[in-house]
DNA sequence: GGAATAGTGTCTCTCAGACACTATGAC
DNA sequence: GTCATAGTGTCTGAGAGACACTATTCC
């Protein structure tokens, strides 16, 4: 009786990066049909006996297909339907993960990073959900600081500045940023810690203030 | 070989409307076990037969279980995991509608109205459900027209101003009010309609404008 | 000193909140 | 006229963009 209502589920994850000075995504190389060869998003079936939810689900994926923990994962959309996938009605529940470049493996044949600005056709939904997870992204970035997880976990303030204009593909005055940054008391400085480029005055070390990052995590707790 | 990887899919709406001056959501007996007698978010199961993605499930639990078709329906989460359902790992597919009142059929014994800040204890993840969407709503109503779809489709702007605040629950300086939402052209006047209550100036009615409705569609096509 | 990067001060314009005001109906 | 509801005008303070300015390092 229950067998009939039984579906085929997945989950998909766009791992964000900035890249070449702009925002990109990962994709690797289907190993299996449908498909198999082309690139796509990392993803794959839900295991009832390995994962814990969907969420355990991909940060297998993660692991085991990219290598990484991921710094910021987030729920985004399920997707659902007869048509999205040659086998059948199916449903794939979609993630973004966000992670600095220096700590992904290096780019081969079977795993590339794409700029979101010029990607090739993708199986699945997986242009939707690259163009889903932008949008949720750049949005969030007008009211936090979710674009510090593009970075290592210790940052300079010209160095948040640059990447939150990557994310979202335009420029934002450098005082207003830090008006901004300070005022919401996203960050805090690192006592003691100065970084030193090839050149000029070095600058002050931040990382992102315990209240940020509670409420990064209460957000994603409200759903879980 | 796919079989293990099979999964119960099923679909909960919480769907919130206006009542006794506040946002109450829809709780239905549950007809069958688990919890059965208790009340419940309105759900079903996905099937492959009948709906062709996920939202239509949606509409079809609504028109099947509550009699309506919703005004407005989004998807907000996808709760998944072992420990949630009795009966084993599950994955829920949870949307939130929102419905003016008058257009729902009359609470009796089997479906009544509860006002979100006094929520008796709830099965499955329904309280989270119901906390993120009135979450979604209230943070989506600080930038958008989104509790026009728990008025009627013609509506005066004081009947709105009433709306806003009876959804975030405190009060919005009435010309501030106006102001935003005349500058962000989100409503059109019904030319030549004027309503009258029993006493005082006639107000003038406006609907959601094109653009208005344009883009609440297309925010929904994004993930579709 | 100059070049490069880090960081600040200040002006202006826009917009939201506060709140006093006017307008038009029923009685 | 009063009461009730609809709708407007105006002041003020907070915050964002623009942009000129100072600060500290390497060479």
């Known amino acids: 009786m229950e067998a009939e ?3 085929v589920v997945s989950v998909d994850i ?4 900035v890249h070449k000075a702009g925002l990109a995504v990962l994709l690797i190389r289907r190993e299996r049909d449908p498909y198999q060869g082309c690139f796509a998003l990392p993803g794959g079936f839900v295991h009832e006996d390995k994962d814990a939810d969907a969420t355990q689900t991909a940060r297998r994926v993660l692991a085991n297909k990219v ?3 991921a710094q910021y994962l987030e729920q985004l959309y399920t997707f659902s339907g007869q048509v999205r996938d040659p086998r059948g009605w199916s449903v794939s529940i979609a993630y973004y993960a966000l992670m600095p470049e220096s700590l992904l493996p290096a780019p081969d044949d079977n795993r590339i990073l794409i700029s979101v600005d010029a990607l090739p056709e993708l199986p699945f939904d ?3 959900i690259i163009a889903g ?3 949720r992204l750049r949005n969030k970035s007008t009211y936090s600081t979710l674009p510090a997880f593009l970075l290592p976990k210790q940052f300079t303030l010209n160095e948040l500045h640059r990447i939150y204009q990557q994310v979202i593909g335009s420029d934002i005055d450098n005082s207003s940023f830090r008006r901004r940054i300070e005022a919401q008391e996203m960050v805090t400085p690192v006592e003691g810690s100065m970084k030193k480029g090839r050149q000029g005055r070095p600058a002050q070390v931040y990382q992102l203030s315990d209240t940020t990052l509670r409420q990064f995590r209460n957000c994603l707790m409200l759903m879980e």
């Open 5 to 7: 209502f039984k579906q």
């Open 14 to 17: 766009a791992l964000f990066t």
């Open 67 to 69: 290598g990484i923990v």
């Open 126 to 128: 997986h242009a939707k």
């Open 133 to 135: 997870g932008v949008e």
